[in-house]
């Protein structure tokens, strides 16, 4: 099992950034890949970015979604077991929950989510 926890989240301006990270504890061993998703209200949950964890060589391909792509970027740190997410020039519609997910063939593990709320 793999246990992740966001933290990070908040009351934002409009125009702000924020860096939300995520913490993977267990068997982080079995993690292929990681992402990040968020769901605001009365919405669907939205896929943002994925990155390789665990890789031979240590590459991969990172995958922003295109709603997002430019404002977002997502890091990790395998020493730390940490992930993160970095979003820029926040917009109020970027008011959400946030979940980080982790897993192999499919997104098996989720957090219980960080609420971002960005005021204009």
């Known amino acids: 099992q793999v246990a992740l926890v966001e933290i990070g989240g908040g009351l934002v301006q409009a125009g702000d950034s924020l860096k939300l990270s995520c913490g993977a504890s267990?068997?982080?061993?079995?993690?292929?890949?990681m992402a990040w998703f968020r769901q605001a209200p009365g919405k669907e949950r939205e896929f943002l970015a994925s990155?390789?964890?665990?890789?031979?060589?240590?590459?991969?391909?990172?995958t922003y979604a295109d709603s997002v792509k430019g404002r977002i970027t997502i890091s990790k740190d395998n020493f730390k077991n940490m992930m993160y997410l970095q979003i820029n020039s926040l917009k109020p519609e970027d008011t959400a929950v946030y979940y980080c997910?982790?897993?192999?063939?499919?997104?098996?593990?989720w957090g219980q989510g960080t609420q971002v709320t960005v005021s204009s």
């Open positions: 990155i390789p964890w665990i890789t031979p060589s240590g590459a991969g391909i990172i």
């Open positions: 267990g068997r982080t061993y079995t993690i292929s890949d």
């Open positions: 997910a982790a897993g192999r063939q499919q997104y098996d593990y």
